[in-house]
């Protein structure tokens, strides 16, 4: 079973949280933990033995200030909703780790404005619904709104999804969206990214899985990866090489994100690994 905490920080926390696990008899298997000076905020996520029978997340609460939250996850299996556009990549990748079970989450349904990759959500026996964003966007988000209905869900994952979601839409959910931002961000936001770095003559492109927010590609960033790049490179090549970066690097913050590992505050995250 995973514990999750954050709160603010007072001397003595571990050795409270420590006892209190021993005294209901569970033994801890991991901890990872991270104080955050400026912000005087205290991070920790453990994993022990057994499950809870519903008092331990209560007792947890009267230990810690009164600022705290505590999650107690007896089910580490996460349920998403992925969105998608016309690009392959990231989405294959989820759905044959979804297929295999090593996704951390199972795979509700798929979203995409082109029917491109329906196909291929077929073949992995999921349902795909096509919403197309022609004629007023407001429109489209409510019949995507309508189906995510449909489902029960703990994320939505825009994997290469090329719209820009309205600030209404991701209100809705709050610290639920993750997306793949095809930059090493903050440079070159926005769109066509391979383009701006191949102008500038960049000698590193990188990729950027990041929490939706309605700043555009500017939310609390989960994870990142960069390769090397020259001269000799075209903004093709570039996007190429791209790709594989975006696939490795939502693979990565998909997994932080289902195993509990990822705390948000600010626009910023810790990550416990």
């Known amino acids: 079973m995973v514990i999750v905490i954050q709160c603010t920080d007072q001397i003595g926390l571990v050795a409270k949280i420590s006892g209190l696990l021993a005294e209901e008899k569970f033994n801890i298997l991991s901890m990872h933990e991270h104080v955050d000076k400026s912000a005087n905020l205290f991070f920790m996520r453990l994993e022990v033995d057994k499950q809870s029978n519903g008092v331990l997340e209560q007792k ?3 230990l810690l200030p009164p600022d705290a939250l505590v999650k107690v996850n007896p089910n580490p299996e996460k ?3 992925v969105l998608v556009t016309k690009e392959y990549h990231c989405l ?3 759905l044959i780790r979804n297929y295999f079970k090593t996704l951390g989450a199972s795979v509700q349904c798929v979203i995409g404005n082109y029917t491109n990759l329906e196909d291929i959500c077929k073949r992995f026996d999921i349902p795909f619904y096509h919403i197309a964003f022609e004629g007023s966007s407001v429109d489209a988000e409510n019949q995507i709104l309508d189906t995510i209905a449909r489902y029960e869900h703990d994320y939505l994952v825009l994997a290469k999804f090329m719209r820009i979601l309205s600030p209404g839409f991701v209100g809705r959910f709050p610290g639920k969206i993750i997306n ?10 926005g769109a066509n990214p391979y383009k701006q770095a191949y102008e ?11 929490f939706v927010t309605d700043d555009l590609d500017e939310g609390p960033i989960i994870a990142q990866q960069i390769i090397s790049a020259d ?3 075209t903004a093709a090549d570039m996007m190429k090489a ?3 970066i975006e696939t490795a690097v939502l693979a990565k913050a998909l997994r932080v994100v289902f195993d ?3 705390f948000i505050y600010k626009n910023k995250t810790v990550v416990l690994e």
Do not use: N
Not at 180 to 189: D, E, G, N, Q, Y
Not at 200 to 210: M, N, P
């Open 79 to 81: 349920r998403i909703i």
């Open 260 to 262: 509990d590992r990822v």
């Open 200 to 210: 500038r003559g960049v000698k590193l492109v990188g990729a950027t899985a990041h």
């Open 180 to 189: 793949i931002h095809h930059s090493f961000l903050p440079a070159f936001a």
């Open 60 to 62: 947890l609460h009267q």
């Open 242 to 244: 791209g790709k594989e």
């Open 231 to 233: 001269h000799s490179l």
């Open 92 to 94: 294959a990748d989820i």
